[in-house]
């Protein structure tokens, strides 16, 4: 079982940035990929970013490429998203989460956070 909280979220204005954090509750933290989603109000649960076990490996949606970087520290047990640029249509729940392979996939997914607010006002 892999337990995982969120915390960063915030409101920022556009062109602002925000860097979110996970922290995992497990002694394998580094055999797990780690993926970021976001959900906005009434809208489907996205794919924002995903990376790999190591950190070597990362994949973003078209929305936040180049503006996000998702990166992790295996020995803080942390998962972060650094994102830049931000704009009101960012504003969303964001949520990371678990998966024994590295994937944009939700279904892929085994552990998800409780997730954060990100607000971006114009």
């Known amino acids: 079982q892999v337990q995982l909280v969120e915390s960063g979220g915030g409101l920022v204005q556009a062109g602002g940035s925000l860097r979110l954090s996970c922290a995992a509750s497990?002694?394998?933290?580094?055999?797990?990929?780690m993926g970021w989603f976001r959900q906005a109000p009434g809208k489907e649960r996205e794919f924002v970013a995903a990376i790999n076990w190591s950190g070597a490996i990362a994949h973003y949606a078209n929305s936040v490429k180049s503006r996000f970087t998702i990166s992790r520290d295996n020995a803080k047990n942390t998962v972060y998203l650094q994102m830049n640029s931000l704009k009101p249509e960012d504003t969303a729940v964001y949520y990371c989460?678990?998966?024994?392979?590295?994937?944009?996939?939700?279904?892929?997914?085994?552990?998800w956070g409780q997730g954060t607010q990100v607000t971006v006002s114009s």
């Open positions: 497990t002694r394998t933290f580094s055999n797990y990929a």
């Open positions: 989460a678990a998966a024994g392979t590295t994937t944009t996939l939700r279904s892929g997914y085994d552990y």
